[in-house]
C-alpha cells in the first residue's frame, strides 16, 4: 500500500563523487505525483545521499522558492522532510534538493519537544500541545491533549480531579497503548496483580520545523516482576496550518519468547474523550467509514473512526485512522458512546459475540508486530473535517520519485 522512495543510492553515490572531484555537489530532482487523489498538509519525508564536505542542504521548488524541511544526516545519508501543503489530484510538483559548503541557517523549530520532570512536553508554536508522561504511572500516556481551539479534548481524570467531570475507568489515561491480555497478563487495567509499562529509555527527543518526534523504549513487566516483551514507539507531531495531526507507531518486539496478544476487547490504542464530546454525557457523535453512527460503531470494522462534540461551545473532533499495513486492517473499534475511544484488532470474541475463531495472535520469539495510526484533531464534524478525504490521503501517500 505504501509507496516507497525510488532512489538507486549506487547511482548518488557516483553523483556525489564525481561532483566532490569537479569541486561542486550534485542537485537532486524530486517530482511529487498526485496520482489517486488530492493532497492537503501531508507531511512526506525522503532519503538522499550527503556529499562530503557539504555542510548545509536546501530544497527548493523547481523554479520558485525556498521551502522550510528538517533535515536528519546519518552514515552518510540525509532524510529530508517537509509538509505538502496542497496538491489536486492528477497534478505533480518539481523540488530541488541542493547542497551548499555554508553553515546551514538556524531555524526556530516550530514544534518544541523539550523534556521535565517525568514528561516530554510538545508545543506548536509556542502553545502547549501534549505532554508525554513516561514515569509515575502503570503505563505512558499523553496528557492534556489541547485541540485546534485552544481547549483540552481529552478527559483530565484520574490525572486531575475536574469538578462536574466523569471518573469511571481510572485506567482511561487519555491517550496510551497496551492491551488486556498479553501472555495472560492484564496491561489495560491498573493495580494489585496487573502487568505495567515501564520505560527503558528515549531513542529520540527532536524539535523541529516540519515534525517534533518522541521515540521511546519500554518493558513490559508482568505482576510477578518478569518482563514479557518491550515495545518501540515513535509519535510525530506535525507542524500544519489547519487542526492538529500526529502519527502513533509502536512495535511489539518479543524479545522474551513467544508473545500471544489475547482476544479480549480491552485494548489497544486508545483514548478518553472529553465529557462534553460524548454521546451519553455531552452531544456528541461518532461516525465510521462505513457510515456506522453512535453506538452502532461498537466493535465494528473500520479505516477510520471520528468522534465529535462540543467543547467550550465550539465543535471539536478527534479521528483516527487505521493503516491499511496494520495487522487485521481494517481494525475493530472498541468506541464507546460514554468516551472510550480504541482501536483492537484483538477482540474478536467479545466484538462478535462467538467463540470461534478467536482474536488471539501468537508474535513468535524473535519476531515483531508494527502498529501505526494517524490522529487528526479537527474543528467541526467527521463530515466538515472531511476524515474520508484524509483517510485516502493516508492510505495513498503522493508517488515521489528521486532521481
Given at each position: 500500500m505504501r509507496r516507497l522512495v525510488v532512489l538507486s543510492v549506487a547511482a548518488c553515490c557516483l553523483a556525489a563523487a564525481k561532483c566532490q572531484a569537479a569541486g561542486t555537489f550534485?542537485?537532486?530532482?524530486?517530482?511529487?505525483?498526485?496520482?489517486?487523489?488530492?493532497?492537503?498538509?501531508v507531511p512526506l519525508s525522503r532519503t538522499c545521499v550527503w556529499p562530503p564536505g557539504a555542510r548545509s542542504l536546501h530544497l527548493w521548488e523547481a523554479g520558485g522558492k525556498e521551502v522550510p524541511c528538517d533535515v536528519?544526516?546519518?552514515?552518510?545519508?540525509?532524510?529530508?522532510?517537509?509538509i505538502l501543503r496542497e496538491l489536486p489530484k492528477g497534478a505533480s510538483r518539481k523540488y530541488l534538493v541542493k547542497f551548499s559548503d555554508s553553515p546551514p541557517r538556524r531555524q526556530a523549530p516550530a514544534v518544541r519537544v523539550f523534556h521535565w520532570q517525568g514528561a516530554v512536553e510538545v508545543s506548536i508554536d509556542g502553545g502547549l500541545f501534549t505532554r508525554y508522561y513516561f514515569a509515575g504511572a502503570p503505563k505512558p500516556y499523553c496528557w492534556p491533549i489541547i485541540g485546534p481551539t485552544g481547549k483540552p479534548?481529552?478527559?483530565a481524570f484520574p490525572m486531575e480531579k475536574v469538578e462536574g467531570e466523569?471518573?469511571?475507568h481510572p485506567h482511561h489515561r487519555s491517550m496510551?497503548?497496551?492491551?488486556?491480555?498479553?501472555?495472560g497478563q492484564d496491561?489495560?487495567?491498573?493495580?494489585?496483580?496487573?502487568?505495567?509499562t515501564v520505560h527503558r529509555k528515549?531513542?529520540?527527543?527532536?524539535?523541529?520545523?516540519?515534525?517534533?518526534?518522541?521515540?521511546?523504549?519500554?518493558?513490559?513487566?508482568?505482576?510477578?516482576?518478569?518482563?514479557?516483551?518491550?515495545?518501540v514507539r515513535d509519535l510525530r507531531v506535525y507542524n500544519v496550518n489547519k487542526g492538529r495531526l500526529m502519527d502513533f507507531e509502536v512495535t511489539l518486539l518479543a524479545t522474551e519468547g513467544p508473545v500471544t496478544m489475547g482476544d479480549t476487547k480491552e485494548g489497544m490504542f486508545g483514548m478518553r474523550i472529553a465529557d462534553s464530546m460524548t454521546v451519553v454525557r455531552g452531544s456528541g457523535h461518532i461516525l465510521n467509514s462505513e457510515g456506522q453512527r453512535d453506538k452502532d460503531t461498537w466493535g465494528k470494522r473500520a479505516n477510520w473512526c471520528d468522534y465529535w462534540g462540543p467543547v467550550d461551545g465550539k465543535t471539536v473532533g478527534i479521528a483516527i485512522l487505521d493503516h491499511p499495513d496494520n495487522f487485521r486492517h481494517p481494525t475493530y473499534w472498541h468506541v464507546r458512546d460514554y468516551g472510550l475511544f480504541?482501536?483492537?484488532?484483538?477482540?474478536?470474541?467479545?466484538?462478535l459475540g462467538q467463540k470461534e475463531p478467536t482474536g488471539e495472535y501468537t508474535i513468535p520469539k524473535g519476531g515483531s508486530l508494527t502498529f501505526r495510526y494517524r490522529i487528526y484533531i479537527h474543528e467541526g464534524d467527521a463530515q466538515q473535517a472531511d476524515i474520508a478525504s484524509l483517510y485516502e490521503q493516508y492510505a495513498h501517500p503522493p508517488v515521489v520519485r528521486i532521481y
Open positions: 550534485p542537485t537532486y530532482p524530486i517530482t511529487v505525483r498526485a496520482a489517486e487523489t488530492g493532497y492537503t498538509e536528519d544526516m546519518s552514515d552518510g545519508m540525509c532524510g529530508i522532510t517537509w479534548v481529552t478527559r466523569s471518573k469511571d496510551w497503548f497496551t492491551h488486556g491480555s498479553v501472555n496491561f489495560w487495567s491498573e493495580g494489585d496483580g496487573k502487568g505495567k528515549f531513542e529520540a527527543l527532536d524539535s523541529a520545523y516540519a515534525v517534533g518526534r518522541i521515540r521511546e523504549r519500554n518493558d513490559w513487566i508482568a505482576a510477578d516482576g518478569k518482563k514479557v516483551c518491550e515495545d480504541a482501536a483492537n484488532p484483538f477482540g474478536v470474541h467479545d466484538f
